[in-house]
């Protein structure tokens, strides 16, 4: 099987634009949850949110920066997240695909967990209270999820397989795993992947409401909602952006001199075959999925240095994600430190993962583990070292990212150190 390897990244974020400028944040214990200002929110039961920062500015997302003004409102703000995150991946990477059979050697696959939902909802409302002949034409091409993966091969002209992934809240980890096989098994030499979200609206914000998963007890706080692993959490916030990498095979980035940041030894995934929404009781696709991207990678659990953890603040999940850990890596889960970087962003759901990837990424290069904020009263059992409150220098040669989503998937990938 071919290499891969990451030679780009790309991030918007509740904490802003660009990966580098996230990472930081990050690392400083800042939190980009706030108050939700773009909408009303006085009725719902939950008014906070991970949005991504708008406006006109050096770190702020302005959709002119990526698309022309005839054709923002043609496009669900899912599909310029992750233009935008593209475009910064692709120039960090350096890959220009210079000639016809470059770009028939570079493919897309970007995905979201929900895609268009808040023009779906505005949609409806237009059908319901105005007629068919007031839905817009551009309704259903600025929906869907695909498209995200097909504007950024049309803007930069990949021809190479181009492919798109919906698994909730596990996204933008398949979306990594897969577009790293399809360049070992020869497809491509190059893949743009990750996934992107937003679907911060009224819907979605009273759906997860009504199902009980959102943090409501938080609202006159926001940047202590989110609190993985502690007593205190209520459950997830809400989160927004974008998180895309490029993927190349490891001789074609040597070939060109690219610089190379990690590269990804393990994929693996599961399914629980289980519950709707809640994970096995016990963790088991989490502890498979994990051990399955072990196993790809030839490592042995104690090899692990670091996780970045799934952990979405639900008083469910986040300790059934602990028993995992502690099923697969045994006594060596006291020795490797594992964070949730949700406490700072939020959960971006089909993002996420993309976005986790990343951080992990960054981790390993930097030697620096990310904190988990708002951690100052674990709950009974979670008592690993979850790098509470601040950031932490650790060197790593090997980490690992974990997602799991709504119908019990699962997806865990593991990079390496160059």
């Known amino acids: 099987m071919r290499r891969v390897v990451v030679t780009g990244l790309g991030v918007v974020s509740p904490l802003g634009v660009g990966a580098e400028r996230t990472w930081q944040s990050l690392l400083a214990g800042r939190s980009g949850i706030t108050r939700i200002k773009r909408f009303d929110v006085s009725d719902l039961p939950s008014r906070i949110a991970g949005e991504v920062p708008r406006g006109v500015g050096d770190g702020l997302f302005n959709p002119l920066d990526y698309v022309a003004p005839k054709d923002v409102r043609h496009m669900d703000e899912f599909m310029i997240f992750a233009l935008a995150a593209a475009k910064e991946a692709i120039a960090d990477s350096g890959w220009a695909a210079p000639s016809d059979e470059d770009r028939e ?25 105005k007629g068919p002949r007031r839905v817009s034409p551009y309704f259903i091409p600025g929906s869907l999820i695909n498209e995200a993966s097909g504007i950024v091969s049309m803007k ?15 996204t933008g980890a398949h979306a990594l795993g897969d577009a790293s096989r399809l360049i070992a098994l020869g497809d491509a030499d190059v893949m743009i992947a990750g996934g992107s979200e937003a679907a911060t609206c009224r819907l979605t914000l009273a759906g997860f ?33 974008a998180g895309v990498v490029v993927l190349e095979e490891l001789e074609h980035a ?77 006594s060596h889960a006291r020795e490797l430190a594992m964070s949730a970087t949700k406490s700072a962003t939020g959960h971006l759901f089909g993002a996420a993962g993309a976005v986790e990837a990343i951080f992990t990424i960054q981790a390993m290069r930097d030697g ?35 997602s799991f989503g709504f119908g019990g998937t699962n997806a865990a990938l593991v990079f390496g150190a160059l």
């Not at 050697?105 to 209270?129: C, P, Q, Y």
């Not at 409401?209 to 706080?221: G, H, Y």
């Not at 693996?268 to 196993?295: E, I, V």
């Not at 990310?370 to 040669?397: M, S, W, Y």
Request: proline share 6%; charged share 20%; hydrophobic share 40%.
């Open 368 to 402: 620096t583990l990310p904190p988990t904020l708002n951690l100052t009263n674990p709950d009974d059992g979670c008592d690993l070292d979850f790098v509470p409150l601040e950031a932490r220098q650790k060197n790593l040669r090997y980490a690992l990212s974990s």
């Open 156 to 170: 930069y002209g990949y021809t190479g397989p181009n492919h798109a992934v919906v698994t909730a809240c596990a």
């Open 254 to 330: 040597r070939a060109r001199g690219a610089r190379m940041y990690a590269e990804l030894l393990g994929y693996g995934l599961s399914g629980d075959a289980y519950h709707m929404s809640a994970p096995h009781p016990k963790g088991d696709g989490a502890r498979r999925a994990m051990k399955a991207a072990l196993a790809r990678a030839s490592l042995a659990p104690s090899a692990i240095g670091y996780i970045n953890a799934h952990a979405t603040s639900t008083p469910v999940g986040d300790p059934i994600e602990v028993e995992a850990g502690k099923a697969l890596f045994g």
């Open 105 to 129: 050697r570079t493919g897309v696959l970007i995905g979201s967990g929900i895609g268009g939902v808040a023009r779906i909802a505005d949609a409806a409302v237009t059908l319901h209270e």
């Open 209 to 241: 409401a009504q199902m009980r998963a959102i943090s409501t007890s938080f609202n006159e706080s926001p940047g202590e909602a989110s609190r993985p692993w502690d007593r205190a959490r209520d459950g997830f916030v809400i989160g927004e952006g």
